[in-house]
C-alpha cells in the first residue's frame, strides 16, 4: 500500500487499530514513486523522458532484444489457443477471427522476433524525487522489453545503460507492426501515436504480506483490504492524468490478495515472502496492462484488467545487475 508520507501511514494504522503493528509495519517502509499516467501524442514528450509505449530512446539502434522461435512450438500452440478461447470463446460471432489472430500469434513464436517496447524509466530524472528508493542507481535509463504472446512471461527483458541522454529514437521493427495488425483487432500499428507519459508523486510503501505460507494475519487482511488515507491519484493532476497503477519501487500493490512475490517466486523456482517485509525479490516496476488503442504498442489481450510486476533480486540490482527480471501478472 502507498501513503503520501510518514504521518498519513500512521493515521491509517491507527484507523485500522494496529498500534501494536505499527512499529513493525512502519520498519518496512520504503520510499515509492507512484505514477499518474498521460495518454499524450508521442511527439509531445522529451526525448528520453520516462514513459510507457512509443518508439524508444536507445543508445544502440542494434541492441533491441530479440528471442529465439519457442523451444516448444506444440506446447506455445496448445497455449495460444486456449488463452485465445478464454478471451473470445464465448462469443461465436468472434470464433474465425480468434483462430486467425491466434494462428499469428503462433507462426511469430515459431520464429526469432524482436521483445515489444513496453516503456522507459529515466533515473537521473526521476532520483530527483523525494520517492526514489536510494537502492536504485540515481543516474541512467532502463528499457523494458517483452514478448507478447509468450504466456510465461520468460521473455521480459530490461537494458540498461547509463547515460540516459545517449541515443536516438529507433523505430518499432517492421516485424512487430506486422504482429500486431495480425493479432491485435485494433487498427493498423501505423496510425497508432500516442504514449503513456509518466508523471512521478512520491509517497511511501508498505508490505501487503498478510498471507504468509498460507497462513492469513486476519487484522492486517482487514488493513490491506479496506485501508485509509491511501495515496491516490487525484493528488497529482486529475484533469491530465489517469491512475493505471503504475510505480517504480515500493512494495507491490496486490490486486488479487495474494502476494505477487509470491506469484513471481513460484515462476522462477526462487524463496517468496518468508516473514513480513521479507524477501529476495527487490520490487522494480510495476505497470497497468490496460492502454488506449492508439498507443503505440503491442497490446496483449492477456495484460488488460491487470497488472505487470517485474522484480529483480535484491542481491543482484546491488550489484547493478538487470539481466534476470522475474515478472508475473495479476488480474482483476
Known amino acids: 500500500m502507498n501513503f503520501a508520507d510518514h504521518d498519513a501511514l500512521r493515521d491509517s494504522l491507527a484507523a485500522a487499530g494496529l498500534r501494536i503493528e505499527a512499529g513493525r509495519i512502519i520498519a518496512h517502509a520504503r520510499p515509492v514513486i507512484a505514477f499518474a499516467r498521460r495518454h499524450v501524442a508521442a511527439g509531445m514528450v522529451p526525448f528520453a523522458a520516462s514513459r510507457l509505449a512509443g518508439d524508444p530512446d536507445l543508445a544502440d539502434p542494434s541492441v533491441w532484444p530479440s528471442r529465439p522461435p519457442a523451444p516448444d512450438l506444440a506446447d506455445a500452440q496448445r497455449r495460444v489457443k486456449l488463452r485465445y478461447a478464454q478471451w473470445f470463446g464465448d462469443n461465436p460471432s468472434l470464433l474465425a477471427s480468434m483462430n486467425d489472430r491466434a494462428d499469428a500469434a503462433i507462426a511469430a513464436l515459431s520464429k526469432s522476433m524482436p521483445l515489444n ?85 512520491s509517497g511511501v510503501s508498505v508490505p501487503e504480506h498478510f498471507m504468509i505460507g498460507g497462513v492469513s494475519d486476519p487484522r492486517l487482511a482487514g488493513w490491506v483490504i479496506e485501508p485509509t488515507h491511501e495515496l491516490t491519484w487525484d493528488q497529482a493532476d486529475p484533469m491530465l492524468s489517469e491512475w493505471f497503477g503504475d510505480q517504480l519501487g515500493g512494495w507491490p500493490q496486490n490486486i488479487q490478495g495474494r502476494n505477487a512475490e509470491d506469484d513471481a517466486a513460484a515462476t522462477y523456482g ?59 501478472v495479476q488480474m482483476t
Open 270 to 328: 526462487v524463496p517468496g515472502v518468508s516473514a513480513y517485509g521479507r524477501t529476495p525479490l527487490f520490487h522494480l516496476f510495476s505497470y497497468g496492462g490496460e492502454a488506449y488503442t492508439d498507443t503505440r504498442s503491442l497490446l496483449r489481450e492477456s495484460d488488460g484488467d491487470g497488472n505487470i510486476y517485474l522484480f529483480v533480486l535484491a542481491e543482484a540490482l546491488a550489484r547493478r545487475d538487470f539481466g534476470r527480471v522475474f515478472d508475473t
Open 117 to 201: 517496447f513496453v516503456g522507459q524509466l529515466n533515473f537521473e530524472t526521476l532520483g530527483a524525487e523525494p520517492g526514489f528508493d536510494p537502492a536504485l542507481p540515481r543516474h541512467g535509463m532502463l528499457s523494458i522489453f517483452n514478448e507478447p504472446f509468450d504466456f510465461t512471461g520468460a521473455y521480459t527483458r530490461f537494458l540498461y545503460r547509463e547515460d540516459a541522454g545517449a541515443g536516438e529514437t529507433v523505430p518499432f521493427p517492421e516485424a512487430l507492426a506486422a504482429l500486431s495488425d495480425a493479432t491485435s483487432g485494433e487498427g493498423a500499428f501505423a496510425d497508432r501515436s500516442f504514449v503513456g507519459a509518466l508523471h512521478p508523486i
